[in-house]
């Protein structure tokens, strides 16, 4: 689980600084999330708290549709626009960093010349990439899925072996009144009892 974790930790960090980097605050929002999520899940395996598990399982199936939806979102499948500023809460403008740094881009600034825009906003011509930015959003989508869809698997895994432990353990008595060391006895040697009184 620790190797795992490792690497769900190490993709929703990598994906946190470009998202950081694009200003796009609803992916931000969801890669914490994840974060926080994932090391409550650890700490759960290793302190023997299923409940903890369970929150992790329950926010991974969350976080698997969250990244379909991203997926859906980049190409724009059933009316979606990756045009829009829906990953950025509409409060600015920005896209995904890989659309102008993605690999093999060449980025050029023109400045309009149409009177009435302002001087500093300028316009941005990419060109060249080997691979376009929603196609590497969609492969990040994709990698944090495999790797939920994992994580998911296990914790159920690792639920049900806590779950086993607890129903093994009888917690009045201590053990149960059947001890490895000692075999159940087949016949039991009854005594009679002397009335009281007589």
């Known amino acids: 689980m620790f190797c795992l974790c490792v690497f769900l930790q190490l993709a929703a960090l990598e994906r946190q600084i ?11 929002l ?4 994840q974060i926080i999520v994932v090391i409550l899940g650890l700490f759960g395996t290793i302190q023997f708290r299923p409940r903890y598990i369970v929150v992790y399982t329950v926010w991974t199936a969350l976080w698997v549709t969250w990244n379909v939806f991203i997926i859906c979102f980049y190409l724009e499948v059933g009316g979606l626009s990756k045009e829009t500023d829906l990953m950025t809460f509409n409060i600015s403008m920005h896209r995904s960093w890989w659309r ?14 149409s009177p009435g825009i302002l001087e500093d906003y300028s316009y941005v011509s990419v060109t060249g990439c080997i691979i376009d930015f929603q196609y590497l959003e969609v492969i990040h989508s994709a990698i944090q899925i495999l790797l939920s869809l994992i994580g998911f698997v296990y914790a159920c895994y690792v639920i049900s072996i806590f779950m086993e432990e607890e129903d093994s353990f009888d917690f ?18 009854l005594k009679p009892v002397k009335p009281v009184g007589k």
Request: with cysteine.
């Open 18 to 28: 470009f998202d950081f980097l694009g200003f796009q605050w609803a992916p931000i």
């Open 30 to 33: 969801g890669n914490f999330l």
């Open 100 to 113: 102008e740094h993605g690999p093999g881009c060449i980025r050029r600034v023109v400045r309009p010349s």
């Open 172 to 189: 009045i008595g201590g053990l149960d009144s059947y001890s490895y060391r000692q075999p159940p006895q087949e016949h039991v040697e």
